[in-house]
Nanobody, 126 residues
């Protein structure tokens, strides 16, 4: 089992920045690819970014490329999402996820994730 706890959400003005953190506990964190999804009210959960277990490969949704950066610190069992130039359409509950697979098709399918956190709310005011 892997337990995931997100933090860092909050209220920010459009154009501002936030950094989300996801602390993992349980089984070997460094064996899992980690990522972030988000879900806005009335919408389906969508992929945001993912990072390979080794940290040397990342994958982003087109909507956040160039604005968001995912990183991980395996010594701290933590994955981060640095969000810059935030837009009102980025407002959502952000969820951390873990999966043993580094398949892009897997990470494009929220239902296939092995583990989830409970989410942290990001609100962007215009």
């Amino acid at each position: 089992q892997v337990q995931l706890v997100e933090s860092g959400g909050g209220l920010v003005q459009a154009g501002g920045s936030l950094r989300l953190s996801c602390a993992a506990s349980g089984r070997t964190f460094s064996s899992y690819a980690m990522g972030w999804f988000r879900q806005a009210p009335g919408k389906e959960r969508e992929f945001v970014a993912a990072i390979k277990w080794s940290g040397d490969s990342t994958y982003y949704a087109d909507s956040v490329k160039g604005r968001f950066t995912i990183s991980r610190d395996n010594a701290k069992n933590t994955v981060y999402l640095q969000m810059n130039s935030l837009k009102p359409e980025d407002m959502a509950v952000y969820y951390c996820a873990a999966d043993f697979s580094w398949s892009i098709s897997t990470w494009n399918s929220p239902a296939r994730m092995d583990y989830w956190g409970k989410g942290t709310l990001v609100t962007v005011s215009s």
